[in-house]
């Protein structure tokens, strides 16, 4: 029980895919302009993660391991279809402003990459805990640099503007923000890690 | 059509750099961008890849998905058009140019992966596909879409690549070093990338 705990956990901080692995960049820094932006793209991404994670390791006897990667794209891109269908019918403004990223979740390599990594070899109750674990840290660490450039590129928390009393930085809402944004998050990461 | 051809051109290598910009084919850009040399192979093989996949999905969808009503299989049968790609060209080069295969090695089937790539398909459907028709002239520019978004992210693979061979040499605080000053740097090429919007 210790040990699936730890599955869980791992994806949250110690390997957490974005700050850790360095995966799934193109979304993170592509949708992070505002909060709200960043975590209806995590828990997307989340529920195609954990949903491939399950199915992948629950087939992983029938696929062959030649054509496993072909295989595993299929699967992705199946509940990636889901996910579209399903924002652009009930959340479609969400859909207008995330646009070309949603079908894109299909080469997130957060997902291809445990399926790879972790589902491919374990079993299925461990693999869901991978996923959702791995979901909430991509999630968590998406939504924390969606809310800095929202704060200081447009002075506004999930679309309220903020009581205070300073002009915007709109070099935040931009591109190079969200560069500027994950490389100083990371520069901290690694001043906290042991020498 | 030759004025449209040229903004075409500036928008995908300048303007709206599909890395600097759009933020599409960020872990190659990352990765791979440590030396020259690997790196010139590299947006190589993804311009190759690019056009051939510009081609085959634009046919793909106006011919097979359009007519039959079958949109919403867009992002499955792309992605797999790609990964047929990838393989066959992985195949190709083994026959052909071994000497080139062996350079590029474990590049080439992470191009499958690289969102730029299905991120031009896709997008050529989004700009060339109105209201369930092709706009004229739509096959062509998605071709040369395709070829100008590969240049554009071989233009910031080199510059990346060129600056990151200097950074090896410098002697940067501790937090700095590796992956963090490679977004820095980026930061500020996608900040004076931005320049080129008065073009």
Request: hydrophobic share 55%.
């Amino acid at each position: 029980m210790k040990s699936l705990m730890a599955e869980f956990y791992k994806g949250i901080f110690k390997e957490n895919p974005i700050l850790v692995l360095a995966l799934g960049l193109c979304p993170t820094l592509a949708v992070s302009t505002s909060l709200q932006n960043a975590l209806g793209m995590g828990l997307s991404a989340t529920f195609v993660l954990i949903c491939s994670n399950i199915l992948i390791s629950m087939f992983k006897r029938f696929i062959p391991s030649r054509v496993r990667i072909p295989s595993y794209i299929v699967i992705i891109a199946t509940f990636v279809t889901i996910v579209e269908l399903v924002m652009e019918a009930y959340l479609p403004s969400l859909y207008k402003q995330l646009g070309i990223f949603v079908p894109l979740i299909v080469v997130n390599c957060i997902i291809l990459g445990r399926a790879e990594a972790f589902a491919s070899r374990n079993g299925v109750f461990a693999s869901f805990l991978d996923g959702l674990g791995m979901g909430i840290g991509f999630t968590f660490t998406l939504s924390m640099i969606g809310l800095i450039r929202e704060v200081l590129g447009a002075g506004k928390i999930w679309g309220y503007p903020v009581s205070l009393d300073f002009v915007p930085v709109l070099v935040f809402a931009l591109p190079p923000g969200a560069l500027l944004v994950l490389g100083l998050m990371l520069a901290i990461k690694q001043a906290g890690d042991k020498k | 059509m030759t004025a449209k051809i040229f903004s075409l051109f500036v928008l995908n290598v300048f303007t709206a750099n599909f890395i600097l910009f759009r933020f599409l084919g960020m872990c190659p850009f990352i990765g791979v961008s440590r030396r020259k040399h690997p790196a010139f192979f590299m947006s190589l093989a993804v311009i190759f890849v690019m056009v051939f996949s510009s081609i085959i999905t634009w046919a793909l969808y106006n011919y097979i998905l359009l007519p039959n009503g079958l949109e919403y299989m867009r992002t499955v049968s792309f992605i797999l058009v790609i990964a047929s790609a990838v393989q066959m060209i992985d195949m190709v080069m083994l026959k052909t140019m071994p000497a080139l295969h062996r350079t590029l090695g474990i590049y080439l089937p992470l191009i499958t992966t690289n969102c730029a790539v299905l991120g031009v398909t896709v997008l050529n459907i989004d700009m060339f596909v109105k209201d369930g028709k092709a706009i004229s002239g739509g096959f062509l520019f998605s071709v040369l879409q395709g070829l100008f978004a590969g240049l554009g992210f071989m233009v910031a693979m080199m510059i990346m690549s060129g600056i990151r061979e200097r950074l090896d040499v410098i002697d940067l605080p501790r937090p700095f070093r590796g992956i963090p000053i490679a977004f820095i740097v980026a930061a500020l090429l996608s900040l004076s990338f931005m320049g080129f919007n008065g073009l």
